[in-house]
């Protein structure tokens, strides 16, 4: 797929960016029509096209010269506004709350941020859980799918999001601890 997305001229960073307006579009869709408890079924679906799209993009950079500094940033900019724009829709389902789903897209992007600052340091780039990106995607994907299939979630929103928080924060002292400690070393 990588190899025929780049005989036709696509680049890394066009994979990246539509990915990233597939996301807002998917977000945007759940927002205004959250009634539509079946729409939630997309989340999981596109957590896997978003997990293919990001393989092509960095396929594209490594094996085709397309790596650049702004894809660079691209790839972790838009991450992080995929994953605010797929969670948040979320705070509209039954017995959720806004404040919790803003909490933990705060806590996301701070961890993203800690993994990528492990670079700034001389470490590497840090990917510790306990709560990571693909993590967080699973978690999201699996509620996605219980919604849609119409589960009744409200009794328990409220502790899965109060779980996610804290796995999300245990993220980021792992990674920040791992990161110094690979400075260290």
């Not at 085709?64 to 509209?92: I, K, M, R």
């Not at 979630?153 to 920040?176: C, M, P, Y």
């Amino acid at each position: 797929m990588a190899r025929l997305l780049f005989r036709s001229g696509v680049t890394a960073n066009q994979v990246t960016i539509a990915a990233c307006v597939i996301s807002i579009g998917v977000g945007a869709l759940l927002c205004l029509r959250p009634e539509e408890r079946h729409l939630f079924l997309l989340v999981p679906l596109w957590f896997c096209l978003r997990m293919a799209f990001n393989a092509i993009d960095g396929m594209l950079a490594r094996e085709f010269g397309q790596a650049t500094p702004l894809g660079a940033y691209l790839n972790e900019l838009t991450d992080t506004v995929s994953d605010a724009a797929l969670y948040l829709p979320f705070a509209l389902l039954p017995g959720s709350s806004l404040w919790a789903l803003s909490v933990i897209v705060i806590l996301s992007i701070v961890s993203e941020m800690a993994g990528a600052l492990g670079v700034t340091i001389g470490a590497s780039r840090r990917y510790d859980g306990p709560l990571g990106k693909s993590d967080r995607a699973f978690v999201f994907g699996l509620i996605g799918l219980l919604a849609g299939s119409g589960v009744a979630l409200e009794g328990v929103l409220a502790w899965i999001w109060a779980g996610v928080a804290l796995l999300i924060a245990a993220t980021i002292v792992n990674r920040v601890r791992h990161g110094l400690a690979e400075r260290r070393a």
